[in-house]
């Protein structure tokens, strides 16, 4: 088995190689280095952002899994149009608005269990590698000066526009674009480095005073961090074009050598069905989502489900069904803790090979997570009916947790921590009698609806033999 994962580039599905070569074994390869472009540090993080932001995340946890060794890097975009832009409108320093904003990104990446990575620079900590490479560029004859700013003159880069497959006639040299943002349809020559406008910030560079265009900030970051070629570079498909095009025209144009080996892009997110805007009050930002009491387990587990390259419906439906399936692991777990004893079953090891073997067949087809959930559920599935028929010991239940806990490396949103439910319970066992007497009543209507309303306070209830058992949701 080998992991497979579609590049842009290239528009095929390619086996993952670090450093290039294919090796028989996985352990041989050098770490697998990859950048993932990062927040722009102007405001709250969105749960569309947050997608892909998962995403980089699952990308890692996986390689890992496989057994693949990871240097990545997720930079902090904290010099740009938007930032300067709202600073200004806030009156605060760049540094005072960007550091805000900043600190409550990672705090929403600890919320979902976003993995810590290997670097996170900033932009404005990388001003000297910039430079380095607008020199190269200068010297090879592809920027030129207008107005103060410096523009990359894409007709002299060859190879422009074959990430997002541009089409020649569309490409219209010595026009000019000062904006970090355009479409596809103003292809021209774009900001590597700007003039400050009034009341903005700078920095003293051989070219003048100027501050940086957005684009050159990520081939910066990369070149101090990686110095070569790296393997992966990640994105959401709006970054194909403009900005991860002028990244390779830029770093290739100085160094030439290969910028990126696999280029891979996350598809957008929707809300319920449509584009997210403010105007349609559609837009989430993380913390709305928990304030409205949603949880942020079901949060991740929602925005794994669907394939990075397909978007993603998101609703607050979605999260009610998420909430589902958790409650089905969670149900999983409580049960085999409570087995003790009991006769082996001679099946088991066969089992967990076979849902991992399975897992990993579907997950290395171009990490195709929602073919993995499913192995993972039909699991669940078994284990309960296995469990039912009495035949998991003690120390098979503690194999399968073990198992799970494996599999939760990749997942991430099962054993994840959550900020304490502060059960009162007394409150909770007074609950319980009510929906014991509701049972005995033949009321399940009113039964289940008290399990319904203990399960989204994060306590779950298991009904054995001796009465009714709770717990709170991991
Ligand atoms: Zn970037």
Known sequence: MALKIYNTLTRSLEEFAPGGVIKENIKDYPPATIYSCGPTVYGFAHIGNFRAFVFNDLLRRYLKFRGFTVNHAMNITDVD????????????????????????????????????VEHNPKATESIDEMINILEKIDKKGMLYKRDDSLYFDISKFSSYGKLSRLDKREIRPGARYDADEYEKNDVRDFALWKAPKEGEPHWDTPFGKGRPGWHIECSAMIRKIFGSTID???????????????????????????????????????????????????FYTLRDLLEMGNSPRSI???????HYRKQLNFTLEGIKQSDQALARIDNLLLRLEHIKGGKDNPELDTILEKMNRNFIE????????????GVF????????????????????????IKAIENIDQVFGFIFMEEPSSNVDEERINSLIEERLNAKKEKNFQRADEIRLMLENKGIILEDTKDGTRWKEKR
């Open 81 to 116: 149009d938007k930032t300067i832009n709202k600073s200004i409108e806030e009156g605060v320093s760049l540094k005072e608005y960007t550091e805000k904003y900043t600190d409550i990104f990672y705090q929403d990446c600890k919320t979902l269990n976003i993995e810590t």
């Open 232 to 282: 992966i570079h990640t994105g959401g498909v709006d970054l194909i074009f403009p900005h991860h095009e002028n990244e390779i025209a830029q770093s290739e144009a100085a160094y030439d050598e290969p910028f990126v080996r696999h280029w891979i892009h996350v598809e957008h997110l929707l809300v319920n069905g449509s584009k997210m805007s403010k105007s349609q009050g559609n």
């Open 300 to 306: 991740r587990h929602l925005l794994l489900t669907a």
């Open 362 to 373: 579907s997950v290395d087809n171009d990490l195709n997570i929602s073919g993995g959930l």
């Open 377 to 400: 559920f039909e699991f669940v599935h078994l284990i309960n009916t296995l469990i039912s028929e009495e035949k998991i010991s003690g120390e098979d239940a503690a194999k399968i």
